[in-house]
């Protein structure tokens, strides 16, 4: 991939002073390491809707599935008022061709989950998401989200990232033209990191793409993103992992010695007891990988999903 992916942002995330006293968020895993992959589109709902800075903060009120925006002191209600800006600026945000978003946990118009929310008695409960965050996930239910605070987490992080380097392989794909060849050379080339996420959607996958001819191309295209995010949005587990590393290694059973071989599988046995990291059986695989010049596995996004540079798969 040559050029950044292109995702949305709280701006307050990118430290852009816009927070209700007039700080920021600054959260530099983002801008100083996924910032060398990501190309960001900053959003702000409430300074883009109109309030000022420094402002009176704002607070979710009533029932959580459907809370009132109120200003939290003078209980100024301005739900409709974020409710039509965020209407108009998802719209707006189709033209930006995004792979993702992360928003600002905790926040009444950014919050992604467990916002507060305060009944008439003015007692909170963590049921809440935020007014614009809603809008979105409404608008674009395909696209990766998460939280900042989330990204800690190195499953969550993992997941996440994983999501949007595959979405924007996809993209690519599919700016090559919807056709039977450019689906086949995707799923050929994911279907091991499908496999990592979850089998029996590997397998629905596999079943599409192989009956494909009895449906007309856009709608094969179009049941298969959907399995795609939807696989890629179940977390990858140590046993999901050991059966793809298994299933690698077994194309090498005429080609890697008996030494070889033990090697390997003390490894993984290390891996399943977690003291090693992923990134140790993956590495050693595609060295044999290169020195053996297995043509499918070379094919394989799961050995080389994202940059190593992230370091994603080195939590034991």
């Not at 003291?275 to 695989?285: A, F």
Request: proline residues 6%; positive net charge.
């Amino acid at each position: 991939m040559e050029d950044k992916i292109r995702i949305g942002v709280s701006a307050c995330l990118l430290g852009q002073p816009v927070r209700f006293d007039g700080g920021h968020k600054h959260d530099r895993y983002l801008t100083n390491t996924l910032g060398e992959y990501l190309d960001f589109v900053p959003v702000c709902p409430e300074v883009e809707s109109g309030f000022s800075i420094p402002r009176e903060t704002l607070r979710l009120v009533g029932d959580p599935e459907a809370p009132r925006l109120v200003t939290s002191r003078t209980n100024i209600d301005h739900t409709d008022r974020m409710s039509g800006w965020s209407e108009k600026r998802v719209r707006e945000l189709e033209a930006e061709n995004l792979c993702g978003f992360i928003f600002k946990s905790d926040s009444p118009s950014s919050g992604l989950m467990r916002v507060k929310v305060y009944n008439p008695k003015g007692m909170a409960e963590k049921k809440g998401v935020g007014l614009f965050a809603r809008t979105f996930t409404r608008h674009f239910p395909l696209l990766p989200v998460e939280e900042e605070g989330r990204l800690n987490d190195p499953v969550l992080r993992e997941t996440f990232i994983e999501q949007i380097f595959t979405l924007k392989r996809w993209r690519e794909t599919l700016a090559l033209g919807q056709n039977m060849k450019n689906l086949v050379d995707f799923h050929t080339r994911h279907k091991l990191l499908m496999l990592s996420h979850s089998p029996a959607n590997a397998r629905l996958m596999g079943k599409l793409v192989a009956d494909s001819r009895k449906t007309p191309i856009q709608t094969v295209y179009a049941q298969y993103e959907n399995l795609l995010i939807e696989t890629l949005r179940m977390k990858s587990t140590i046993k999901k992992n050991l059966n793809v590393l298994e299933h690698i290694l077994g194309y090498f059973k005429n080609q890697l010695g008996p030494d070889e071989k033990q090697e390997m599988l003390e490894i993984f046995d290390r891996y399943r007891n977690e003291i090693v990291p992923l990134i140790v059986p993956v590495t050693l695989l595609n060295h044999y990988v290169r020195k053996i010049g297995e043509p499918y596995l070379k094919l394989q996004v799961y050995l080389n999903p994202h940059p190593i540079a992230l370091k994603l798969r080195n939590h034991a």
